[in-house]
């Protein structure tokens, strides 16, 4: 059965690099009452579903695996690739806080989600690296772009799998 699955990630894999450029965006906001980084993170469907594939190593669709566990494997796959690390070396908690499909994209030849979830931040920018490298293990030219606003004037990141992690104290 695992053969099959990898055999069917594949194909995904094959169907997924049609897409003429690979890309994310996060919008991300620093909310100085909670002390958290509220992220927004816009991806296609396709190449998401092919990295929860190869994740969990089974069949994972958004129109077909039960939502708890979709948003389970998600949270999982962040918690990976998109981690808010300080200078001591701890990282941050994520919380995740849902998903969204609009009714246009769904009508796109490529579709795209939405993942919402916060992260932990209770001592602001200071000493904070970002590791960013959402779907960069699938696609060599992925590109990952981060639009952070917070106290200080907004700051835009470039993610690539050569330089997947950044110092977000910089800009602030």
């Known amino acids: 059965m695992k053969n099959l699955i990898l055999t069917l990630a594949l194909c995904l894999s094959w169907q997924a690099q049609a897409h003429t450029f690979h890309q994310s965006t996060a919008e991300a906001e620093y909310n100085s ?3 958290k980084l509220e992220v927004s993170l816009t991806v296609f469907i396709d190449d998401l579903e092919l990295a929860l594939i190869r994740q969990s190593e089974k069949w994972i669709s958004f129109e077909k695996t039960a939502e708890a566990e979709l ?6 796959y962040l918690n990976k690739n998109f981690q808010l690390m ?9 919380t995740w806080v849902g998903r969204k499909v609009d009714a246009v994209s769904v009508q796109k030849e490529d579709p795209e989600v939405i993942l919402f979830f916060e992260l932990d931040l209770p001592d602001g920018f200071s000493g904070i690296t970002l590791r960013y490298a959402i779907l960069q293990d699938l696609f060599k030219d992925q590109i990952n772009l981060l639009h952070l606003r917070g106290k200080a004037k907004p700051s835009e990141f ?3 799998q ?4 950044k110092r977000l104290d910089v800009a602030r």
């Open 162 to 165: 050569a330089d997947a992690e």
């Open 158 to 160: 470039l993610f690539t």
């Open 71 to 76: 948003d389970a494997q998600i949270q999982t």
């Open 86 to 94: 300080t200078a001591n070396g701890g990282s941050s908690k994520l």
């Open 33 to 35: 009452k909670t002390k």
